[in-house]
């Protein structure tokens, strides 16, 4: 494949980086090999296949990762993806931390990106949870038979804004700090807003 035109926008926020530039640069040159279009999303190096995001770089301060929006769809043969976070269902990531290491998989992240395109051209799509697979807390079960208007809200709500909710009231271990964070964002939910509106 023909290499692909870069966005300057990525060129500033590889001169910007405080950590990983040579990692960065490397991994920005394997993928525009891949023929993937580069732009610039979420503030971070994002490149697509006929508008569709298929990987986007990220430096960490542990790593540099490349990150495949659907990487739980790509056949991971040489065990090199990990989840980008504990709920992620959908995104996987390729993590490095030398451009030496880098280097030496080389031919498995073409092998990989060249995966990801081919997901992409057929048009598959992840199965998400479903909000009602998602665990409801005990806690917020309560608050909704104490005020079925908050329940009634929470349920009109955007399934994305229902399961940011759920994972946010979940993540404590302590039941008062459940309720505490539920008291916290009532008034958002009966307002019809999402925790980060």
């Known amino acids: 494949m023909s290499v692909a035109k870069t966005d300057s926008r990525v060129d500033e926020f590889i001169s910007r980086a405080k950590r990983w530039q040579p990692e960065l640069v490397k991994l920005r040159s394997l993928v525009l090999e891949s023929g993937l279009v580069e732009e610039l999303k979420w503030r971070q190096p994002c490149y697509t296949f006929d508008g569709a995001n298929v990987v986007i770089l990220g430096g960490f301060k542990e790593y540099v990762a490349l990150m495949f929006f659907k990487g739980v769809l790509i056949s991971d043969s040489s065990a090199l993806l990990v989840a980008a976070g504990e709920n992620s269902q959908s995104a996987r990531q390729m993590r490095f931390t030398s451009v030496d290491e880098i280097e030496a998989r080389k031919s498995d992240i073409a092998a990989y990106l060249a995966d990801a395109i081919e997901v992409e051209r057929a048009g598959l799509k992840v199965k ?70």
């Open 128 to 197: 998400f949870k479903t909000i009602s697979e998602h665990k409801r807390p005990d806690e917020l079960e309560t608050r909704f038979k104490e005020s079925p208007e908050l329940k009634k809200s929470f349920e009109k709500l955007t399934p994305g804004r229902q399961r940011e909710y759920l994972l946010h009231f979940a993540q404590p271990k302590q039941s008062k700090t459940r309720i505490s964070r539920i008291a916290k964002c009532e008034q958002r939910i009966l307002d019809g807003k999402g925790l980060r509106d």
